[in-house]
């Protein structure tokens, strides 16, 4: 590697363990990192905000701030009160039950939408929930964070690293259903079984708040009925039009910002209350970590990673698909799994060219590398992030290593639990 991809890795490295260790807050580490990227000319403004391979992701930063008006809209409503009262009651004020129907709700709905929207839509409803029984919210929010990128596997428009490999791969959405849709599932209930060991401290059954609950009316939580139709409708067609992408082709970004928009535009809403909803120290910390870890692109320092690991596996379909999981899992833990599905998607397209058997089985490993690996840290998927974002706002700090520590065990057992299914189904 050249001095700059040195320097660039040793920059990358330390900002990462400022993040990891919290001794800087992670929108600083991360813009400080960025600014000596671009000081270092280990990446230049064209590429870093420009380029579609190693610049900042225009579409993950846009669709997260038109979901975040939306749901701020949504918010001034009283659905979430309403939804939140609901679940306990319907979860009796039983801890883990709650915890289950929010866990299953979230993976379903990542399926459908993308994991990032999914979260901005459950964690209100959580807060005022556990703030009901008096439950600590920061394990159903990481929870839900996990659970949200293990559904988000299930279908193409579900995890954005999957979009990109539907791209590269000329794989459809009813590919992504009939191949990892059926895995998901059981990784799903697998998750919900290890969030009964993990979180067990948290489940504080409250006998008397729960009788409280079931003794509300969760209608007279509404505040606004006419803009909660207008907020509804509005989503409902987002929702569709996300759904419909490969139709429409309209980016999830476009649609959200469109929808945003409408919504703002029909409402009695005003522009500062909507803009005062949006998380922007997430957005600006989004920018930061792609500017850093594009500027590794740059350099060749992934791809010189990569290529080596690929290299060393070739020809054989079983080393080369474990090897792929394995390390898309790990490097995806590190580098954020959407810029490391970028870069790796051409890597894995020459290498399913000189690999017997069903090529697809590389792709399939690549997604679920990615996917499941984005849950080991906290930087690892931007729902990760998002979460902690909204925790951070809600008054509620989770740190680094408490999300880290679940994390990885989460990690290691879904994707453990991948290595029997590729191999029964494809490399036998």
Not at 25 to 54: N, P
Not at 123 to 146: D, W
Not at 298 to 316: H, N, Y
Request: net charge neutral.
């Amino acid at each position: 590697m050249t001095v700059t991809a040195w320097v660039a890795a040793i920059v990358f490295a330390a900002t990462y363990v400022l993040i990891a260790s919290e001794k800087v807050h992670r929108v600083k580490a991360a813009l400080g990192g960025a600014a000596i990227m671009l000081l270092v000319h280990a990446t230049a403004a064209g590429s870093a905000f420009f380029s579609q391979e190693s610049g900042v992701d225009w579409n993950v930063v846009f669709l997260l701030l038109g979901m975040m008006i939306i749901v701020g809209v949504l918010r001034q409503t009283g659905v979430f009160e309403y939804l939140a009262i609901w679940a306990a009651k319907r979860a009796r004020g039983r801890p883990f039950r709650l915890m289950v129907l929010l866990l299953v709700i979230t993976a379903a709905a990542s399926a459908l939408l993308d994991n990032v929207t999914t979260v901005l839509l459950i964690a209100p409803v959580t807060f005022l929930v556990c703030e009901r029984l008096a439950l600590p919210v920061a394990p159903f929010l990481i929870a839900e964070a996990m659970a949200s990128n293990i559904g988000g596997t299930a279908t193409l428009v579900g995890d954005p690293p999957n979009i990109i490999i539907a791209s590269r791969a000329g794989l459809t959405f009813n590919d992504f259903l009939v191949h990892l849709t059926p895995l998901v599932i059981v990784l799903t209930a697998v998750f919900i079984g290890l969030c009964r060991l993990l979180f067990r401290k948290a489940f504080r059954y409250d006998p008397e708040r729960a009788a409280e609950i079931m003794q509300l009316d969760e209608r007279a939580a509404i505040e606004d009925k006419v803009m909660l139709v207008q907020s509804l409708s509005v989503l409902g067609v987002v929702i569709a039009a996300f759904v419909l992408h490969p139709v429409l082709h309209y980016e999830p970004s476009v649609v959200a910002l469109l929808g945003a928009g409408l919504l703002v535009l029909v409402t009695k809403i005003t522009t500062d209350d909507a803009l005062r909803e949006v998380e922007w120290p997430t957005l600006v910390f989004f920018a930061g970590l792609f500017v850093m870890v594009g500027a590794l692109v740059e350099t060749g320092v992934i791809a010189q990673v990569s290529q080596a690991a690929a290299e060393a596996t070739a020809g054989r379909p079983g080393v080369t698909t474990m090897v792929l999981l394995w390390a898309s899992a790990g490097l995806s833990a590190i580098v954020d799994n959407i810029p490391y599905v970028a870069t790796m998607s051409p890597i894995v397209a020459d290498l399913a060219q000189h690999v017997p058997g069903d090529h697809n089985v590389l792709w399939w490993a690549l997604a679920l590398g990615a996917d499941l690996g984005g849950n080991a840290t906290a930087v690892g998927a931007s729902a990760n992030v998002v979460i902690l974002g909204i925790a951070e706002r809600n008054g509620t700090r989770i740190s680094f290593w408490q999300f880290t520590k679940y994390g990885l065990v989460v990690t290691v057992v879904t994707v453990a639990l991948c290595v029997p299914y590729l191999w029964l189904r494809y490399l036998l």
